[in-house]
């Protein structure tokens, strides 16, 4: 079958379905292969739960004429996207960057829904899979798209690209993540840039944070650009004001007084900012948005419990989401605090000299204790009493049932395979 006609099909259908247990009537159910499942395992079950047709690439498995044969469902799934996109015809915005651009993509969503009916992104759905599920569920009443792009291998935006065809993008930044697959810090700033580069090749509108060095500088003469500065006259003022614990920062004269923590929020709620100002939102409208977003999802949540403040950063961590959010939490002028790390994964053969930066880093802060939780961790070098190493979440758990945690600030941060939310139950 061509792509056109299954187009047609879909627009028959109430959305996409991967998964059986999440199966609405009149989805298309694309039956999706995975290290431990197949999905055409699953088309007839698909079917009776309401499917109108069921996308399959195993010729045993056509059950009725609702399950349609295709060389490779994954391969369609991302035809069939790439196309709708093109259907559409709405401008879509892409971003990426090592830390941030799930709440980056949150904020823009909230300033631009002030004036378009937008479609953005849900939650962390960034990958081969996840873009071409978010772009399937625009509708003829999106008006503008918003794309977070996720990658840990090089070429992975560049086909990204390829499926959404972005009209604008913004690269949050260049940190120490997935270098497992990256190689390098190099391999970092190559593979976030292939968003650029799709781009710069198009003619399309590219938004940048001009006082990232390396972001200007790979756009020095590239004309069609919009940035944000507190220093470069050249692009749009903004000036950072405090982060005690909350962001807040000055544009056009008018202040604006986030939920969000950290100095390193700053430059996400910029680029929201300027991207509402460039698709004509009102100033207040940007302001009320960006004042009235409050971060989920265990992203830089504020949580009071029982005597306790918590600062709740446990969705991921690299080396620099690490090293930002534990300099920002030893600048808060609270009276005792506590860190709680996890392990920070995907490191590759850097694990273990970043480990050791990252506790050489905590203990020379204004951070009472630490507690250090993970294999990397455990077998990092510790000089410090205030500093405990412990090889797994079940000896912290062991711990904590011991220790009596009143009137503290805390920080929990590491990487998802951590889950250290789980902490929020003992203390």
């Known amino acids: 079958m061509k792509i056109e006609q299954l187009h047609t099909l879909f627009l028959e259908c109430k959305g996409i379905s991967t ?8 989805n298309m159910f694309f039956a999706l292969k995975g290290d431990n499942f197949n999905g055409n395992t699953f088309a007839l079950k698909a079917i009776e739960l309401g499917a109108n047709y069921v996308i399959i690439d195993e010729v045993e498995h056509k059950a009725s004429n609702k399950t349609i044969l ?8 991302q035809a069939l996207a790439s196309y709708h996109r093109t259907f559409l015809s709405i401008p879509i915005i ?3 960057g090592s830390n941030g651009k799930t709440t980056t993509k949150e904020l823009i969503n909230t300033v631009l829904s002030k004036k378009y009916k937008t479609t953005a992104t849900i939650g962390n759905l960034n990958n081969h899979i996840g873009v071409p599920l978010t772009l399937l569920s625009m509708t003829n009443e999106t008006e503008i798209g918003i794309v977070e792009m996720g990658a840990n291998h090089l070429k992975e935006i560049e086909f990204l690209c390829s499926i959404a065809k972005p009209d604008y993008g913004y690269i949050t930044n260049f940190g120490k993540a997935h270098l497992e697959g990256f190689g390098s810090i190099q ?3 190559n593979g976030k840039s292939e968003l650029y580069t799709y781009l710069i090749k198009n003619a399309k509108h590219i938004f940048l944070n001009a006082d990232d060095s390396i972001q200007k500088e790979k756009l020095n003469t590239y004309i069609k650009k919009l940035g944000f500065s507190e220093t470069d006259s ?3 003022k903004i000036e950072f004001i405090e982060a005690n614990p909350f962001v807040s920062f000055e544009i056009e004269d008018s202040t604006i007084n986030s939920q969000l923590i950290g100095k390193y929020n700053f430059t996400n709620l910029c680029a929201a900012a300027i991207i509402g100002k460039y698709f004509n939102v009102e100033l207040n409208e940007i302001k009320e ?4 977003y409050a971060p989920t999802n265990n992203r830089s949540q504020i949580i009071e419990k029982g005597t306790n403040k918590i600062i709740l950063d446990a969705y991921n961590a690299n080396p620099t989401s690490m090293k930002a959010a534990l300099e920002n939490f030893s600048a808060l ?4 605090k506590i860190a709680f790390l996890g392990d920070m994964l995907e490191l590759g053969t850097d694990a273990k000299q970043e480990h050791q930066a990252i506790l050489d880093l905590s203990t020379s802060l204004n951070i009472d204790s630490i507690y250090l939780v993970g294999e990397n961790f455990f077998e990092s070098e510790n000089k410090s009493h ?3 190493q412990f090889i797994s979440f079940e000896t912290l758990k062991e711990e904590l049932k011991t220790v009596k945690i009143k009137n503290r600030t805390l920080l929990i941060k590491g990487s998802r395979g951590m889950a250290l939310e789980r902490i929020l139950d003992f203390v």
């Open 19 to 26: 998964d059986t247990r999440k199966v609405s009537k009149n």
């Open 70 to 77: 295709v060389d490779n469902v994954l391969e369609t799934l």
């Open 94 to 96: 892409a971003l990426t």
């Open 187 to 189: 391999g970092v700033i």
């Open 234 to 236: 050249n692009y749009f």
């Open 289 to 292: 948005a960006l004042e009235d």
């Open 333 to 336: 002028k609270d009276e005792t």
């Open 386 to 388: 205030r500093a405990k």
